[in-house]
């Protein structure tokens, strides 16, 4: 098994997350920048990760309460955008090119 942390920073003594998602949407983008350029300062990678959904501004909405619909849907109209800004200021590859890991690494599953 490998575990790869999600991106966080430090702002005022706080742990913040960084790594994509909900975050990406909500937070400040300089947030997530400001982790990246920490990460490529000490030459370490950053795990960054977004649900396809979250690309998809037509999407239906559902009825839900208030707190769910605004931790889903704030921000979509945004996240491409920050995206594309994102993917011209850091390279990013697969964590399976970045770790070395192969189909033979990986276990087969059982039948």
């Known amino acids: 098994m490998l575990e790869l942390p999600l991106a966080t920073t430090s702002v005022a003594g706080l742990r913040l997350p960084a790594a994509g998602g909900g975050y990406f949407r909500q937070l400040p983008y300089a947030l997530t920048r400001r982790a990246f350029r ?3 300062r000490e030459g ?3 795990v960054f990760y977004i649900h396809p959904w979250e690309l998809d501004i037509d999407q239906p909405r559902v ?4 707190l769910s619909r605004m931790r889903h849907y704030t921000g979509l109209r945004r996240t491409e955008p920050r995206l594309e800004r994102l993917m ?3 390279r990013f590859t697969s964590a399976a ?5 192969t189909e033979e690494w990986v276990p087969a599953m059982p039948t």
Not at 63 to 66: D, G, Q, R, T
């Open 88 to 90: 011209t200021e850091f």
């Open 63 to 66: 009825e839900a309460p208030l």
């Open 44 to 46: 370490q990678s950053g």
């Open 38 to 40: 920490q990460f490529d």
């Open 97 to 101: 090119r970045r770790y070395g890991i």
